[in-house]
């Protein structure tokens, strides 16, 4: 596997934390891309160090956010931003190291998230025009 960072990805996770997860660190998340998987049907993965490894090293929690070059970038833009928005929500509120597990990131919750999304991001265009 090759792994590069991937500043397109960043600057719409950092716009989608802004507007949908404040509480994301965003500076303690980096988003990458990778190529050569052999993973089937995968396009995205969220990684961290697990608390031990944290305490051991004497680190805050970090994250990264893998997504598969090879199906991620096929994606429409609406299907990418979801995917985004699916490996944020792994993160929790607590910002600790630890994951959200997929009975909370289910199809409905992303679906909701991406229309608010949509909404804030429309009405905070709305604002800066009026500025």
Known sequence: MKYEFAPDIQKIAEEISVLLFPYVKIDRVKCFRSYGTSSRGTI???HS???LMQKAMNVAAFYALEFLSERFDKLS???QI???IHELMHIPVI????FRHHNYICDKNIEKSY???KMRK???K??????
């Open 44 to 46: 995205a993965r969220c």
């Open 49 to 51: 160090i697990g608390k």
């Open 77 to 79: 833009e609406e299907e």
């Open 82 to 84: 979801k995917v985004i």
């Open 95 to 98: 910002f600790g190291g630890g």
């Open 115 to 117: 229309i608010a999304y």
């Open 122 to 124: 429309k009405d905070e």
């Open 126 to 131: 709305h604002t800066k025009s009026f500025s």
